[in-house]
């Protein structure tokens, strides 16, 4: 694989210095290092003074590690050329001249204020403030994966947006758990610079007097200027990067660059201004200090506070008739309806008085139950719920709530806030008062009550539900029963790919050769209405690709894959450690309805007689009851090749009947049949 320009520069880098450790380096190109190692340091700190958020430096952890290495890279150098030939090149040699003006005691004492600055200020500061944002950033990031799922639940956000904002909670994470261990670098760098120049102060002049036979206050002369110097050319660009990391870890501004947040909120209120013009005239005055100089700033100081009001006065007054203008131009321009085009798959609609549950700030948890229902069937079905967006609605009663799929009305209920409903599970003998009402998913009969009934209703053995929990069942059985219909080509096309990614030759094979995207949609969509999961989408995926050669009827295939889940079937309505009483069907009644099936190229359909499908019917209801007397679910066995049509032609009449054929069900299975549908 190529190497890219940037990964050579930056290997360059790092091998330079270690290069630099081991050989000797000539004075001439030392001082060519030394000048881009402070060229570095400049664009380190600048570039995280303009970085409009942390993460645009994401690898500054690194960048330091790096800087540090090529800098104790550069004292190692300097030090061999200092203690072998006194002669580290001009830029040690002008700095140690320089800036100490000539003078010894000077240029010591600034060397020593420089580290004091970066070792006892800004390093210490940068990292306690790197620590404490580490551990307040992991603290808070529970709370920011919930904000995002309770904005992904409402449709605030995308699955895309949130998948971003995750991904941006992670980075932070990383980048500030890494800041507080790398902040250590810089004060270890700082540290290792002080060692060095006292090494290279007393093996400085213990060379020059034991090995070239200077006068002890000739080799104090020389090897502490060149010392200070070596000092001062390491420790300037080590403060640059500690004011960076300083910068980097104190920053919070995330919308607008370093300075001009910086001034805007330094300058920005005319009122500071003008208290700080009057002080510096009165200083000016009544002190004995320059009057000419206090007088000068503050009138300067009142001037320009004078100059930035009224650019804020102009800028409110360009910003309110900026807003009249749009409001203006939205009035005269025709209706975007493209926006009032879009059907929410699901909606829950709620009158003011339920507003509480859906408030986080007022302690409500119905978002958080929101995420929980999306979970839950997807583990259940093995399908992703669409977004359920949740808004209040004034035309609606006060405790009234609404579901609504593709926007039109399935179901409804009412709630009372500040009570709790208690149902009566069917062995409770003593009664409790409250308000008669009707639990809105299964219509069963319940009581509200109050608090203060709830503990003693629990004792009695009822049942006792809060508020938020009856509005998630019913909104979990709604989806339920309509998730066949939720589930959109674009929804099929997403578990295809996923699937791709693990068994790319099925998929091949299938999908698009021997099925469309279409067909295998509608026989999940058979799967779901049914309540079967989907989530074995392997075994599904194989067995249409077993019969899709030789039938593509989408009724028939959903057959085959019925029978070959008939593990997951078994243990939904059968339980292994019991004999399961069922209903079986009169094989005369399947012989008929095999009779009456007509094929067709849009699929199959019954002609049986209307007064015999009544009759039929009427059976079913009868047998069934049976079971439910027993608390038992209404189980109808019959023979494979009838199971769908006659499942076809009771899920008008009766509610939640389930049809199973004998392919179906487990060998180690025990039924036990309670009657039989037969006329």
Known sequence: ?????????????????????????????????????????????????????????????????????????????????????????????????????????????????????????????????????????????????????????????????????????????????????????????????????????????????????????????????????????????????????????????????????????????????????????????VTPLSNLLFLTIGVFIIVAARMIEGTIETANIEKEVDMNEAAAQEIRQPENVTSLLHVDPIELEFGYGIIPLADVNQGGDLLDRVVMIRRQVALELGTVVPIIRLRDNIQLNPNQYIIKIKGIQVSEGEILFDHYMAMNPGYVEEEITGIPTFEPSFHLPAIWITEGQRERAESMGYTVVDPPSIIATHLTEIIRQHISELLTRQDVSHLISNLKETNPSLVDELYPKLLSLGEIQKVLQNLLKEGISIRDLLSVFETLADYASSTRDTDILTEYVRQSLKRAISNKYFPSNETSSVVTLDPKIEQEIMGSVKQTEQGAYLTLDPERTKLIISAVKKETAKLENLGKNPVIITSPIVRMYFKKMTEDYVRDLIVVSYNEVESNIELQSVGMVTT
Request: with cysteine; proline share 2%.
């Open 1 to 285: 694989m190529k190497m890219k320009k940037a990964d050579l520069g930056v290997a360059l880098y790092v091998l330079a210095a270690f290069v630099m450790m081991i050989v000797t380096v000539p004075p001439w190109l030392l001082d060519i290092l030394i000048a881009l190692n402070m060229a570095t340091a400049f664009i380190v700190m600048f570039g995280c003074m303009f970085a409009k958020e942390v993460l645009e430096l994401s690898y500054f952890p690194t960048i330091l590690l790096f800087t540090t290495i090529f800098r104790i890279s550069l004292n190692v150098s300097s030090t061999r050329l200092i203690l072998t030939s006194g002669d580290p090149g001009s830029v040690v040699r002008v700095f140690g001249e320089y800036v100490g003006g000539g003078d010894l005691i000077v240029g010591i004492i600034v060397f020593i204020i420089l580290l004091i600055v970066q070792f006892m200020i800004i390093n210490k500061g940068s990292e306690r403030v790197a620590e404490v944002t580490a551990r307040f950033t992991l603290d808070a990031m529970p709370g920011k994966q919930m904000a995002i799922d309770a904005d992904l639940n409402t449709g605030a956000i995308t699955d895309e947006e949130a998948k971003h904002q995750r991904a941006k909670i992670q980075q932070e994470s990383s980048f500030f758990g890494s800041m507080d261990g790398a902040v250590k670098y810089v004060k270890g760098d700082a540290t290792a610079g002080l060692l060095i120049t006292g090494i290279n102060l007393i093996g400085g002049i213990a060379m020059g007097v034991l090995r070239q036979g200077m006068e002890i206050t000739d080799a104090l002369d020389t090897f502490t200027i060149l010392t200070i110097g070596d000092g001062l050319v390491s420790a300037i660009p080590s403060l640059l990067i500690s004011l960076s990391t300083g910068i980097l870890v104190t920053k919070g501004s995330k919308d607008a660059d370093f300075g001009t947040v910086l001034v805007g909120q330094l300058f920005g209120v005319p009122k500071v201004l003008y208290m700080v013009g009057a002080t510096m005239i009165v200083l000016g005055i």
